[in-house]
């Protein structure tokens, strides 16, 4: 694979001082910086033109490739015609287009789309939209959250809040008051080495009822969950689980919102998650795929009624006061139209399903290798939990990961003791073994 033209200019070690990179160990990365010039389909490239196989999809969102013509084109075409347009008292034509594009693609009577930059920004709409809810409707006792242990839900104070991964909350000291967690529903004891939903843990949803008896049901808002915990390396929801939790939620009255930020747009299969359970929650958040990573966009997908409960009041007045500048901003609507004909023409939301079976097959083969205490599979995700044994924890990944940009040539992600892939959805079956090779031997140099 050949490294497209680009320039690169010639930098000093100095110049990566200014950075401050987010998640990211600073001062390791710049002693050995993974620096990326450029990208096409299932490839990175870096500085020097040495080719990177994409085992991350960038970062869980280029789920149609790189540098795709199409998404390219019409970004081009919308800078040249309309740069920006005021989200606020203002609109263009092309972001009632896609939200009407979105709408279709969800299940149910979700048919109203609010328009953000990030699944941060979407996280933390959604959490208002259903506090102000139930404001609106009279029931203003409803302020309370439920989030779940080992949930990721961005990095709003709202969605560290609710999110349930410790090292993103503590720094930054108690956060949101009012929120409660589920537990998380990983058990390697009853659930190592499963390809798909896990048999065991549907139960676990039934941790409502105590949440519910002890702060009583008038007093909760909403419940948010991702259908496949992502960034703690891909723990797919126990057969029945979410249904209960759906069931529960009807009970008492409370909202349940799917965070999507990861799942939506096919990653596991289908447009959103939801489908793939048939279960309709009363909001899902979304981001990433949704431009395929072009350009940054998110958004929360609401129910009818919740939207319906909004519209009252004199209709001069905003009946939500909350939204971005950059909300539906033009570029993203123009990528994310165009990103949603290229899922359509290609077929990548069925194509993703039909490579499940010989996805999950091949990564099981690294079973056995050294360090490797478990395999967890669905969709095109796949985690890989490692023993910690070199040290301070999480290091026997991060050399993993090191070892496979520079030797091996693909892009993973380590994060705590687990290692993350999640390729773009275009990937051949070819590539899908060429993936787990690449790590396969990056473990074993390791170990």
């Known amino acids: 694979m050949l490294a497209p033209n680009y320039q690169v200019s010639q930098r000093s070690s100095q110049d990566l001082q200014a950075y401050w990179l987010p998640f990211t160990s ?3 990365f710049k002693r050995a910086p993974r620096l990326i010039a450029a990208a096409k389909d299932m490839y990175y490239f870096t500085s020097d033109g040495r080719a990177v196989l994409d085992g991350m999809a960038g970062l869980w969102c280029t789920n149609a490739g790189h540098n795709r013509a199409p998404i390219v084109a019409a970004i081009q075409r919308q800078a040249a015609d309309l740069d920006y347009a005021p989200a606020f008292q203002f609109a263009h034509p092309k972001a009632f287009e896609l939200a009407s594009r ?21 996280v933390d709409t959604a959490l208002k939209i259903a506090i102000a809810y139930h404001n609106v409707r009279g029931d203003g006792t409803r ?153 940054p966009m998110g958004g929360v997908i609401a129910r009818t009624s919740i939207y319906d409960a909004f519209m009252r009041g004199p209709d001069h007045v905003a009946e939500l006061p909350h939204g971005y500048t950059y909300s539906a901003h033009p570029l993203a609507c123009a990528a994310g139209l165009a990103t949603l004909d290229l899922y359509q023409a290609e077929g990548l939301f ?3 399903r039909s ?33 910690s044994g070199l ?18 040539g693909v892009m993973i992600r380590g994060t705590g003791n687990t290692l993350i892939v999640a390729p773009p959805l275009i990937v051949s079956e070819e590539q899908v073994g060429e993936i787990f090779d690449k790590i396969g031997r990056a473990i074993r140099a390791v170990n």
């Open 26 to 28: 600073n001062r390791a």
């Open 102 to 122: 979105i709408a279709a693609l969800a299940p149910g009577d979700l048919g109203h789309v609010f328009f953000c930059n990030s699944g941060s920004e979407a």
């Open 143 to 295: 302020t309370r959250l439920a989030g779940r242990e080992r949930g990721y839900h961005g990095v709003g104070f709202g969605g560290i809040s609710v999110g349930g991964i410790v090292n993103n909350r503590k720094p930054f000291g108690p956060l949101l008051t009012g929120v409660d967690h589920l537990p998380h529903t990983y058990d390697r004891e009853h659930q190592a080495f499963t390809k798909g939903e896990p048999e065991w843990g549907a139960h676990l949803a039934d941790e409502l009822e105590r949440i519910v008896a002890l702060h009583d049901a008038s007093t909760i808002a909403a419940v948010i969950v991702e259908p496949m915990g992502g960034s703690t390396g891909v723990l797919p929801a126990p057969k029945g689980y979410l249904q209960r939790l759906r069931a529960i939620c009807d009970k008492y009255g409370i909202l349940l919102i799917f965070d999507e930020v990861i799942t939506g747009f096919g990653r596991l299969g289908y447009a959103f998650a939801a489908e793939r359970y048939g279960v309709v929650p009363d909001m899902i958040t979304f981001a990433k795929g949704i431009t395929s990573g072009t350009v």
């Open 350 to 352: 069925e194509r993703a």
């Open 355 to 387: 490579l499940e079976s010989f996805w999950a097959a091949t990564a099981m083969e690294l079973k056995g290798c050294p360090g490797v205490v478990d395999i967890r599979v669905v969709g095109l995700a796949a985690g890989i939990d490692l023993a």
């Open 391 to 408: 040290g301070a924890s999480g290091k026997r990944a991060a050399d993993i990961m090191q070892k496979a940009f520079y030797e091996e």
